[in-house]
């Protein structure tokens, strides 16, 4: 038997937590917000086996992380990236911390998506190794290595800008 009003409960607590890891993966707030809504959906199936055996958040994040995960594999065969909009206002006249964080998520964006959700998951997420393994359905060596390119990747990019000149390395979330 479904009980609807847990639901509804946890899916309102959680989903600005769910959203965030979300962005955090694919750079967009309105997709972020598509992600959790497909990560819910899945969450309420299980839902009635999930409530008995706990551990909800930890599916309702493995679901949201999925959905960004399988949209990056299907995106890579039917989109293809624009140049950049040259209407839209320039990094030069924002705040330092606001361009070195678009500098960031841009970095981000442009991992690939394992690496991403790798470094998502140990460094915005906090879970351990194992968990992020688990989450994954990977090894644990693999979890290291990934984590390591990704963040030989960004600290490249990051030490390259001209921001992080100007900045101590605070960026704020």
């Given amino acids: 038997m479904r009980d609807e009003a847990a ?3 946890f899916a309102a607590s ?16 309105e997709r972020a917000s598509d992600f959790v809504q497909e990560g819910l959906i899945r969450v309420y199936v299980r839902w009635p086996r999930l409530e ?5 958040l930890a599916y309702a994040r493995k679901a949201v992380m999925s959905a960004c995960l399988d949209h990056a594999r299907r995106r890579s065969s039917t989109e ?4 950049a909009d040259p209407t839209t206002a320039s ?34 997420e906090d879970l351990s190794v194992a968990e992020t393994a688990a989450l994954l359905r990977c090894t644990e060596g693999t979890v290291k290595s990934q984590t390591s390119r990704a ?11 001209p921001t992080s000149e100007q900045s ?6």
């Fill in 80 to 83: 293809r990236p624009q140049e």
């Fill in 168 to 173: 101590e390395g605070a960026v704020s979330w």
């Fill in 91 to 124: 990094g030069e006249d924002v705040a330092t911390a606001v361009a070195t964080r678009e500098t960031l998520m841009s970095a981000l964006a442009d991992l690939a998506p394992r690496q991403r959700a790798c470094v998502v998951l140990r460094y915005f």
């Fill in 7 to 9: 639901f509804v409960e």
């Fill in 151 to 161: 963040l030989f990747s960004l600290r490249s990019v990051l030490s390259d800008s």
């Fill in 14 to 29: 959680s989903r600005a937590h769910l959203r965030r890891t979300a962005y955090l993966m694919c750079g967009d707030w």
């Fill in 52 to 56: 008995r055996n706990g551990g909800e």
